[in-house]
């Protein structure tokens, strides 16, 4: 897997960026304001934003082999 420089800046600045963020929004007012699932939903972000790393580490991995065997 290799994402193009436009598609995995794109995807690191969602996955550590906006996500941790939505993720610490959504926890914060569902306990403010008694929103549902305010333990579901943040857990659900963050494991969105984990594997989405884990994408990115191996496109990194992927385009720093390259970069090595020319």
């Known amino acids: 897997m290799k994402f193009s420089n436009e598609v ?3 995807l690191k600045y ?3 960026i906006i996500l ?3 993720a610490t929004l959504y926890g914060a007012i569902s306990k403010i304001w008694g929103l549902p699932y305010g ?4 857990m659900t972000i963050t ?3 984990t594997f ?3 994408c990115l580490k191996v496109s990194t991995d ?3 082999k390259e ?3 020319k």
């Not at 333990?39 to 943040?42: A, F, G, K, S």
């Open 8 to 10: 995995y800046d794109t």
């Open 14 to 16: 969602v996955c550590l």
């Open 20 to 22: 941790p963020a939505l």
């Open 39 to 42: 333990t579901e939903i943040p």
């Open 47 to 49: 494991a969105v934003a």
């Open 52 to 54: 989405m790393g884990v």
């Open 62 to 64: 992927n385009f720093n």
């Open 67 to 69: 970069g090595e065997t």
